[in-house]
């Protein structure tokens, strides 16, 4: 009998809402906008954690410039706190080595995680989520039954594509879904906002693309700072955030 | 102490169990606990104890019996069969601690001592699993 499921709402039970940052593509920027989404809502003063799931590829360390940081052991894992926020990620096991998991294993880590991780009391835990519609994002949903999720795509066709799937299963699923995010957009095509009202989810708008966005990646303050962040801010207060 | 984390969700499965199962006491909790997670049985057991303490229904003194399972790993591979102990002077203190937390990770840490691929799998022995609850009606 598996007995880490009957302990997972009870280190949930603290946090009042739940947010995944989710796409059906990847390399579209939700690391980017699920760690400037979690230092928007710490600097607003709300008490937020971080949860990277993205277990192939985890980024969100590197955009908040985590260093020798460390999670310590007390009755569980209690994240260490990187810019006022509570950070998890599996880097903090793996060491920035190839992570070669498969299915079944993605869904022992991310078990194990919600098992062992004592987030105490938050008001907003965001989730860094990996690409499309696979193991991690079945086991969100199947475990974390009040999250909400945030979708981002970029201007592109392809990535529509994808993200159309994505959609399509949350609202089949009747998961919130608090909005699309059209981020690095270069022109001013209405594709993107065309192709969301085709669905009952709202378009939340345009993040331009920011060359000088780079030069920020690993410093929290500068990355507060860039017009990328100021056009996520104003996405975000059409959604109460 | 993450064994506390482990031994709280062995409680609650056991407790819910045995409200489905409409117990009016438990008496036996048999907990297999694989080599691959390197559960410091002692403490272990002490978290079990503690947390047993004022449970609905009552958790019998001494209910929770351990038991350990030697690890298997199997490389798809090629097909060599290895343990958690053949290799284990192998990692550092670091990497045993993080097989320790998560113990997929032994798939970033290790390779197949035959062939050197990455892709095995934990076939037994991984963590911790509630096997049996024996009580009264």
């Known amino acids: 009998m598996e007995p880490r499921t009957s302990v997972i709402q009870k280190r949930l039970k603290n946090i009042n809402r739940i947010i995944a940052v989710a796409s059906g593509k990847g390399g579209v920027g939700k690391s980017l906008v699920a760690s400037s989404l979690a230092l928007h809502l710490s600097q607003k003063g709300y008490r937020v954690g971080l949860l990277d799931l993205d277990l192939y590829g985890p980024s969100s360390h590197i955009i908040l410039g985590v260093k020798k940081e460390f999670p310590t052991e007390e009755k569980g894992i209690i994240p260490p706190m990187i810019h006022g926020i509570s950070f998890m990620s599996i880097v903090f096991f793996t060491e920035e080595k ?27 835990l965001i989730i860094d989520m990996p690409p499309g519609i696979g193991d991690e994002t079945l086991d969100v949903i199947r475990y974390m039954k009040t999250s909400e999720f945030l979708v981002v795509t970029t201007p592109s066709k392809v990535a529509m594509g994808a993200v159309g799937k994505l959609l399509n299963i949350l ?9 699309v995010i059209e981020n690095m957009t270069m022109t001013e095509s209405s594709f993107i906002e065309q192709t969301v009202s085709r669905v009952p989810v709202r378009y939340l708008g345009r993040i331009h693309f920011d060359e ?6 690993g410093n929290p303050d500068r990355l507060s700072e860039t017009k990328a962040m100021k056009d996520l801010t104003v996405l975000l207060q059409k959604i109460d955030l | 102490m993450h064994e506390w984390a482990l031994a709280e969700s062995i409680v609650m499965a056991t407790i819910e169990e045995a409200q489905k199962e409409k117990l009016k006491t438990i008496t036996q909790v048999t907990v297999h606990i694989g080599e691959l997670q390197q559960i410091e049985k002692e403490i272990f057991l002490f978290a079990l104890n503690e947390l047993a303490k004022s449970q609905k229904p009552p958790i019998k ?36 601690e993080s097989i320790h937390f998560i113990p997929e990770v032994v798939f970033v840490h290790a390779r197949c001592p035959q062939c050197g691929s990455p892709d095995f799998e934990i076939t037994k022995g991984r963590g911790v699993v509630l096997s049996s609850i024996k009580g009264v009606r």
């Open chain 1, 98 to 124: 190839p992570s070669p998991f498969r299915g079944g294993d993605i869904s022992n880590i991310i078990l194990e995680l919600l098992a062992i991780t004592q987030w105490g009391s938050l008001d907003f």
């Open chain 1, 171 to 179: 609202i089949e699923l009747k998961k919130p879904v608090l909005g």
């Open chain 1, 212 to 217: 000088t966005l780079e030069e920020s990646i």
């Open chain 2, 61 to 96: 003194k001494d209910a929770f019996q351990l038991k350990t399972d030697k690890s298997t790993l199997t490389c798809k591979n090629c097909g060599e069969t290895w343990s958690y102990s053949d290799m284990k002077k192998k990692f550092n203190e670091t990497e045993s």
